[in-house]
């Protein structure tokens, strides 16, 4: 199965940035899907961005142009860039993985089989 860890949460005063990571490991299909959601305090979880395994992106509307999601040559790990962060970033950040193809995976969590623990992500007025 596929394993993941998170790391790089913390907080920062608006306008700042922070980048994340995700830990891979285990077997590790070709059509592997990976991507981000966050949970703020009383909201649903909300897809943030993914990415395929020909490393074709795709983002939410509230993060566009602000987020950059990367996989990295050997796919062992998955970044979150997020600069110009605000207040409602502030949520909890969850790596998830499926072995589904990007392209028929609809941003419903339960439609993602793998998941990290999270890192929190705190942003100051």
């Known amino acids: 199965q596929v394993h993941l860890v998170e790391s790089g949460g913390g907080s920062v005063q608006a306008g700042g940035s922070l980048r994340l990571s995700c830990a891979v490991s285990g077997y590790i299909p070709n059509n592997l899907c990976m991507g981000w959601f966050r949970q703020a305090p009383g909201k649903e979880r909300e897809g943030v961005a993914r990415i395929s395994s020909s490393r074709r992106t795709t983002y939410g509307d509230s993060v566009l142009g602000r987020f950059t999601i990367s996989l990295d040559n050997t796919e062992t790990t998955l970044t979150l860039q997020m600069n110009s962060l605000k207040p409602e970033d502030t949520a909890m950040y969850y790596c998830?993985?499926?072995?589904?193809?990007?392209?028929?995976?609809?941003?419903?969590?339960?439609?993602?089989?793998?998941w990290g623990q999270g890192t929190q992500v705190t942003v100051s007025s």
């Open positions: 998830a993985a499926s072995y589904r193809l990007c392209v028929d995976l609809s941003w419903v969590p339960g439609d993602w089989e793998y």
